[in-house]
């Protein structure tokens, strides 16, 4: 029998979604009390979904992927989900007026993290491909890294296949591949 060992720490992310470049730029910003600085970001991209956030979201969606800062233990994905849901909520009661936004869910926060070998997503879906980790939350592996390239699955959303998102995921991927090293080295 193998000895437990702790986890590798993950480079935590969170693709924020919104069609007000403010409420983007308020997420980004208070998600890093509770991840940390932001390591980087990609540019905006249009975001449609299928429309399946049209009628909650409203149309023109944009969405940008952040990585943050420092690499963090991969059992906290929980507490993430709840606090970027209750961010959220927080952002559509207390300041979307304040931006000019009307919808009923003018922010979404998707949170997960990246490893040497997958980008994982939290949810509060259940599905066949999700393992259920605690309080409500799920996670899946959406994108895993295997043949020097990443690949998707059959679940994998359609925005999670473009290249934007491949190369953010490999970003994410080398600078975790920087900060275990600089670990490992440290330690010997």
Not at 5 to 17: E, G, Q, S, T
Not at 156 to 173: G, N, S, V
Request: proline fraction near 7%; glycine fraction near 4%; charge should be neutral.
């Amino acid at each position: 029998m193998a000895p437990c060992r702790p986890p590798i720490p993950v480079l935590p992310i969170v693709a924020v979604i919104s069609r007000h470049a403010a409420a983007r730029d308020w997420g980004a910003t208070a998600l890093e009390s509770l991840l940390g600085s932001i390591a980087f970001m990609t540019p905006p991209q249009p975001f449609t979904a299928g429309g399946y956030y049209q009628k909650s979201m409203g149309e023109d969606l944009l969405k940008q992927f952040v990585a943050f800062s420092p690499c963090d233990d991969p059992s906290a994905l929980p507490a993430w989900k709840i606090a970027t849901n209750e961010m959220e909520s927080q952002f559509a009661k207390e300041m979307a007026s304040e931006f000019g936004a009307t919808e009923a869910r003018p922010l979404n926060l998707d949170c997960g993290y990246v490893t040497e070998a997958k980008l994982v997503l939290a949810t509060t879906k259940d599905r066949d491909h999700r393992l259920y980790l605690q309080q409500g939350i799920y996670a899946e592996v959406t994108l895993s890294y295997a043949g020097r390239r990443w690949q998707d699955h059959r679940w994998t959303y359609p925005d999670y296949k473009t290249d934007l998102a491949l190369q953010f995921a490999e970003t994410c991927r080398l600078e975790l591949r920087r900060h275990l090293t600089a670990i490992r080295s440290a330690v010997t």
